[in-house]
């Protein structure tokens, strides 16, 4: 449309004025009334694809209409017709466009990328090397921080910035081809794997939905009695289910999804913060409390009552005297948790009084239970036995899993394009291998030893008593896992050593290999990769890195409580 006067002959046929001026596109603010004038000066508004510009008209009225007839309040998009004479009132010029946008760069953050080459580069070659680390060692955890702090930094997705460090490790010569990719036949990651598949079973069947509405149904008037009852619900059933992360993908993850969705909840989206990114934190959270309250809760609570016994602290009756001793600490967390994480992250939904009465609409509007939901149902069912009773049987957690997961794709509730979809999966894959062959590297080559060694002698040095000595080595036990991808490699890494230094600093045995063995299952929250469950919720796809980090080493402090319960009943 150009800027300039039209000049508009009416025709006195009926409704040609509305018919002409719908083709111009044009749209009326105020109108003088036309009543028996031949001409009249009428204020538009003329919008164009750019720009909207308001102008006076000069509308010639055909004189052999007596009545002329109303014009429209609003008309479709057309040119004028004929231009207005030289006199006529002219339209204001248009600001000019605004300058298209500058293309973004594509590929990875200048700044964010910088700084974590930087911390690697500095650490590598500023700080001393000590004597007894060989160079090889001292630049794989200069590789390992600047990893790290590229997954915190962002400056590519998390799967092309291991891959990235991954190469420099080879590149480099630091790690072989054949030591860096070991870990991609690691068990548990690929345990991860298969639970994010199970996780896609229960959204395309529909079974994820059902079963959150039945907890909205039950539960769902606020966004608070929802994280209780999940964090109740894995309470329940943690002692006969041993692997966390095959609780986590298996089970709770696909229920928080549908959860956040029916709420309009989307992953990596603003409006995760609505509901999603809540429950995967307190839930998290409240696993990590669930798995330290049973012997069998958690795979590494047997490995650590194992090796405690290896240095002499013997545990009469483990299961009961585990349960005695983590109930009253472990229970009080567990109830705190949910409520403090309402605080510290709060959901934009808090109260959903009406959700009860949608749930129950909705179950109805769903029907009965459908052929592939019973078919999930009972491939789950299987599944959690052999987890169960895998260990007597010789099936592993993994094995396991992936027979439910055959049995899914034979059965036709899930198809190979499900599995191939489900990014979330092989991302995790990817850049969770990578942490955990850096990190069983690291421990191959002596640096976590010189860690620990360097803080045993430190506590020696300050001739601390035992409480004193038992809240550092803690601590130390504790954060030390920021260079661990998984649980039970730290246990087989430093549990050992570190309740050696408690039993050198005449802490009560009993006390330092059980406190030792809760602080593993806290620390699996930590960061995103420092559990198996943690990669499975972090994959969903809800909380940032930052809030990871962030509410990680918030909670922890929150459960240092645990530990300073457990030492007074000691004393």
């Avoid at 000590?130 to 915190?152: D, E, K, M, R, Y």
């Avoid at 081809?177 to 896609?200: G, M, Q």
Wanted: net charge positive.
């Amino acid at each position: 449309m150009t800027d300039e006067v039209a000049s508009i002959v009416f025709s006195s046929e009926r409704g040609g004025v509305d018919r002409l001026l719908r083709r111009m596109g044009w749209r009326r603010h105020n109108t003088t009334p036309l009543h028996s004038l031949t001409t009249t000066t009428i204020t538009i508004t003329i919008t164009t694809r750019r720009t909207s510009t308001t102008a006076h008209l000069l509308i010639l009225l055909n004189p052999l209409s007596p009545s002329p007839p109303h014009l429209p309040t609003t008309m479709s998009t057309l040119s004028p017709t004929s231009r207005a004479a030289p006199d006529s009132p002219s339209f204001s010029t248009p600001p000019p466009p605004p300058p298209p946008p500058r293309p973004r760069w594509p590929g990875a953050k200048p700044i964010p990328l910088a700084v974590s080459l930087a911390i690697g580069i500095i650490f590598r070659f500023a700080v001393p090397k000590p004597s007894h680390l060989s160079n090889q060692a001292w630049q794989l955890l200069a590789i390992f921080l600047t990893t790290v702090a590229g997954l915190i930094l962002g400056p590519l997705p998390v799967g092309a910035w291991a891959f990235v460090c991954l190469t420099i490790s080879v590149l480099s010569r630091t790690l072989t081809f054949a030591a860096a990719f070991a870990a991609f036949t690691n068990e548990v990651i690929w345990l991860i794997v298969v639970s994010f598949f199970f996780s896609r079973g229960f959204v395309k069947t529909g079974l994820g939905d059902r079963i959150a509405l039945y907890f909205v149904k039950l539960l769902g008037k606020s966004t608070l009695g929802l994280a209780y009852g999940l964090a109740l619900c894995e309470l329940l059933i943690c002692p006969a289910v041993p692997s966390t992360t095959a609780r986590a993908g298996g089970i709770f993850l696909p229920i928080i999804k549908s959860l956040a969705f029916s709420a309009d909840s989307r992953p990596k989206d603003a409006s995760a913060k609505k509901l999603g990114a809540y429950l995967i934190q307190s839930q998290i959270q409240s696993a990590n409390n669930s798995s330290a309250i049973f012997l069998t809760a958690a795979a590494q609570n047997l490995l650590c009552v194992k090796l405690a016994e290896s240095l002499g602290v013997k545990i009469a009756n483990p299961w009961v005297s585990w349960l005695k001793a983590s109930s009253l600490p472990a229970f009080i967390s567990l109830l705190a948790t949910p409520f403090v994480l309402f605080k510290l992250f709060p959901p934009e939904i808090k109260e959903t009084p009406d959700a009860p009465v949608m749930a129950t609409q909705k179950l109805e509007q769903m029907g009965p239970i459908k052929r592939n939901e019973w078919a999930m149902v009972g491939t789950m069912l299987i599944t959690v036995a052999l987890w169960i009773s895998g260990q007597a049987l010789g099936i592993a957690s993994v094995v396991a899993a992936m027979l439910g997961l055959s049995t899914l794709l034979l059965l036709g509730v899930l198809d190979w394009d499900d599995c191939l979809s489900e990014k979330s999966a092989w991302d995790t894959l990817a850049w969770f291998a990578v942490l955990v062959g850096m990190a069983g590297q690291l421990t191959t080559l002596g640096v976590v030893t010189w860690i620990s060694d360097g803080v045993a002698k430190l506590l020696k040095s300050f001739s601390l008593g035992w409480p004193a000595a038992f809240g550092i080595l803690q601590a130390a036990y504790f954060f030390i896992h920021y260079l661990f991808a998984s649980q039970t490699a730290h246990v087989g890494a430093l549990y050992s050593a570190f309740l050696a230094m408690h039993l050198a600093a005449k802490v009560p045995g009993l006390l330092a290999a059980l406190a030792l063995a809760y602080n593993t299952n806290l620390f699996g929250a930590l960061t995103h990769y420092s559990s198996g469950q943690a990669a499975v919720y972090y994959g969903g796809g809800y909380v940032k890195l930052p809030d990871v980090f962030r509410l990680g080493i918030l909670m922890a402090l929150v459960n240092i409580e645990k530990n300073i319960q457990l030492e007074h009943n000691f004393r």
